[in-house]
């Protein structure tokens, strides 16, 4: 089996911005980790996107939550529905 590179899985202009990974995070990435997202970015995450992070998914709520309630008023459904649904969708 032939050791992997970080640098290939990144785009060429990125890679001054992507955080140092430690090598056994190349071992966790297969099997059945590979389709939890959260294995493989978790240790290149920076403490310092944080707050930016959050003001997105703040701003990502505020938008999608009164659509999400805005259609369920004009399929007839309950507004609950849409504010139900509107949260699934912004966890998933």
Known sequence: MVPQTRSDTVAPGWQNRVAPVRDDTLAVSGGRWRRV???????????????????????????????????????GAPVEVGRYAGTAALVA
Request: glycine share 6%; aromatic share 10%; hydrophobic share 60%.
């Open 37 to 75: 997202p959260l294995v493989q970015w978790r240790p290149r995450y920076q403490v310092a996107w944080l707050r930016r992070d959050l003001v997105a998914g703040a701003v990502v709520a505020a938008l999608a939550i009164p659509q999400a309630l805005g259609y369920a008023s004009i399929a």
